[in-house]
C-alpha cells in the first residue's frame, strides 16, 4: 500500500538556523505530494505541494523537490522564525480507481526558539 | 468568512453517550472527508463523500456513521462512545476532478473527549 515516512520529531532549532525535515513515501504510482503545517489548537493548512517528478513547492521560505529517483520529498527553509513553530506533516496523494485520498506521515513537531 | 467550519470545537461526554459532530464547507466543493488525529497526532482518513455519496470508507467501527445531506455538509454521528473514540476529529474538504488530484481545505477540529 501507499505509506509515507517522515523523521521522528521533536525537533528544535535556534530562530535563524536552517531547516530540513525528511520525507520519503512509497506509493504504487506517480502521487502528488504535499507538506500541511498545524499551528497549534488549529487545523491543518496547506503549506506546498508538487503534482509531478523534479517539481519544486514553495510557500512563506519553505521549498520542498520531488525527488521520484529517491522518492522523497524534503521540506527546506533557510532561516527559520519563532512564528514557524507548528506540526508538520508530509502527505500524498494518488488517484486510484476513483478512490482518491490523502495519506499522512506521523508529523514533525518544531520548535523554534529566540 | 470560515472555508471549512466545525461544531462543536469542544465535547465531553461520558462514555455510552450519542454525540454528533457538524461540518460545513462554503468553497463550493463537491467532496468532503472526515480524519480522526490521535494524541500522537497521528491522522488517518475516516470516510470521504462525493456529491452526498459515500466513497471511501475506512475500517472504521459500525458505531460511525456518516451523513450527508447536501454536498455543502458532512455530519458525523458516534453511537456508544468509547475512551478510545477521544481524539480530534477533522472534516476537510476538495474539489474532485477526475485525474486530477486537488488540494483539501481542512477545519479547525472537534476535540472529543471521552470520561
Known amino acids: 500500500g501507499n505509506s509515507v515516512t517522515q523523521m521522528e520529531g521533536p525537533v528544535t532549532l535556534s530562530e535563524e538556523a536552517f531547516l530540513t525535515i525528511n520525507c520519503t513515501y512509497t506509493?504504487?504510482?506517480?502521487?502528488?505530494l504535499f507538506w500541511y503545517v498545524q499551528y497549534p489548537g488549529e487545523g491543518l493548512q496547506l503549506l506546498l505541494k508538487a503534482t509531478k517528478a523534479d517539481d519544486k513547492g514553495s510557500n512563506k521560505g519553505f521549498e520542498a523537490t520531488y525527488r521520484k529517483e529517491t522518492t522523497s520529498f524534503h521540506l527546506e527553509k533557510g532561516s527559520v522564525q519563532v512564528s514557524d513553530s507548528a506540526v508538520y506533516f508530509c502527505?500524498?496523494?494518488?488517484?486510484?480507481?476513483?478512490?482518491?485520498?490523502?495519506?499522512f506521515g506521523t508529523g514533525t513537531r518544531l520548535t523554534i526558539i529566540p | 468568512d470560515t472555508a471549512v467550519s466545525q461544531t462543536p470545537k469542544y465535547l465531553v461526554t461520558q462514555m455510552g453517550n450519542d454525540k454528533s459532530i457538524k461540518c460545513e464547507q462554503n468553497l463550493g466543493h463537491d467532496t468532503m472527508y472526515w480524519y480522526k488525529q490521535d494524541s500522537k497526532k497521528f491522522l488517518k482518513i475516516m470516510f470521504s463523500y462525493n456529491n452526498k455519496e459515500l466513497i471511501i470508507n475506512e475500517t472504521v467501527p459500525n458505531r460511525f456513521s456518516p451523513k450527508s445531506p447536501d454536498k455543502a455538509h458532512l455530519n458525523l454521528h458516534i453511537n456508544s462512545l468509547e475512551l478510545g473514540d477521544s481524539a480530534v476529529y477533522f472534516c476537510?474538504?476538495?474539489?474532485?476532478?477526475?485525474?486530477?488530484?486537488?488540494?483539501?481545505?481542512f477545519g479547525p477540529g472537534t476535540r472529543l473527549l471521552v470520561l
Open positions: 506509493a504504487t504510482g506517480y502521487p502528488s
Open positions: 502527505a500524498l496523494y494518488l488517484s486510484n480507481f476513483g478512490n482518491e485520498k490523502l495519506t
Open positions: 476537510a474538504s476538495s474539489h474532485r476532478l477526475q485525474g486530477e488530484q486537488e488540494t483539501q481545505y
